[in-house]
């Protein structure tokens, strides 16, 4: 008997039974979230794959950002990409050189009959990742932004306010002086990324170029001019403290030795990404903690422009077969919800990338009842942001970054001056963006 007539002997019964459902189609997303936020992460796949049966977000530890983009180039290379990634910011130069490769977010929904309006992400979010036209090129997920967190306990064993944090540089040094006098800790500051916060995010709160271009918005052929003298002031007096035991340093990369100086009580104050809030208040339960924007100059600008972001964003892949993009477009809609945003905001400490999100919040009274988990926002969000304080994009950036610990390395170890060793950043930072610049 064939199969047929085996079915139809058997009734309609057993021949519903004998056909399978039809399997959703499974949609890879490599990512870069390890720990506590990885397991998010992995919860928020599983809400959109509970919320309908056509799709099936499979979300794919890669390691670090650095490896996890590598990793998708090559895949893309041997065409084992995966539809979804997530790349650091500082890979946006390299992910829109990639034409051929990536689908832009805002073409992928428009194509997809999905809604797309990107007036209701957070301004200084969105325009970072997008083009010179002003179209969304991939959909902001984690986005942070550098802060301050000061140990309130400590503070007010060296007589200072724990409610008054310090605004300016001058004020960092004086009240770290004066702790360190008391007896309350045995350092002043710390600091994570060196690059990322103490010249990226300084150049930008003091409304200085970091390059021509509009910071390498405008184009390939940028040329670094952070090589000013506020860059060349701050770094030596990171040097100066240094050597005067006010400030230490936190290592290189994102300064992996920074939070565990802040946590043992050896240093009172501490710059890190607002991401870090959650990991902050765990293992800081020793004492309270306060939060503070960054500190600037007040000789250089009377108050500050907006702090920059870090972060990533999920870019889509080109060469994947044309059912996954429908649904991408769907998750992507998914991600944008704001009860979504704003608890994998609220559990993180990555900013609201909406602004439906952020209002959520606000309605909910979660910022009442944690004070201190909006100065990333309104740090970030203060002014509208200028060609100077918008961010910044170049190929290469990773190495550039690199180059920016090499030479501060050699700094703190007396090797070049200040001048030296900023001017050596520019200098060797232009020949990786000209060899970008060649080979795209």
Known sequence: MNKIAFFLSAGLTSLSLSVPAMAATKIQWWHAMGGENGAKLEQIAKGFNASQSDYEIVPVFKGTYDETLTGAIAAFRANQQPAIVQVYEVGTGTMMAAQGAVYPVYQLMKDEGEAWDQSKFIAPVVGYYSDTSGNVLSLPFNSSTPIMYYNKDVFKKAGLDPETPPKTWADVEAFSRTIMKSGAAKCGFTSAWISWIQTENLNA??????????????????????????????????????????????????????????????????????????????????????????????????????????????????????????????????????????????????????EAAYKLGQDQGYYEKNPGSDIGIKQLTRVTPTDNSKGIRFGNYVQVRGIIDDEFAALLGGKKTAKEAVDSVVARGNEQLRDFQSAN
């Not at 390498?216 to 701050?234: C, K, P, Q, S, V």
């Not at 005067?244 to 939070?259: I, Q, R």
């Not at 044309?322 to 809609?333: M, R």
Request: proline letters at 7%; one cysteine or more.
């Open 205 to 354: 709160l003091h409304d200085k170029p970091y390059s021509t271009k509009a910071n390498g918005f405008g184009g390939l052929d940028a040329e670094f001019t952070f090589n000013n003298d506020l860059t060349i002031r701050h770094w030596g007096n990171l040097k100066k403290w240094q050597d005067e035991g006010l400030f230490k340093f936190g290592g290189p990369g994102g300064g992996d030795n920074a939070p565990p100086m802040f946590y043992s009580q050896e240093c009172a104050m501490y710059m890190n990404s607002s991401a870090g809030r959650a990991g902050v208040i765990n293992n800081a339960k020793a004492f309270k903690v306060g939060f503070a924007p960054l500190p600037y100059y007040d000789d250089v600008i009377p108050q500050p422009l907006n702090s920059i972001i870090g972060g990533a964003t999920l870019w889509t892949l080109k060469g994947r077969p044309e059912e996954e993009y429908k649904g991408v477009a769907k998750f992507f809609t998914y991600l944008q919800k704001p009860e979504v945003q704003a608890d994998w905001h609220q559990f993180s400490g990555y900013l609201p990338i909406t």
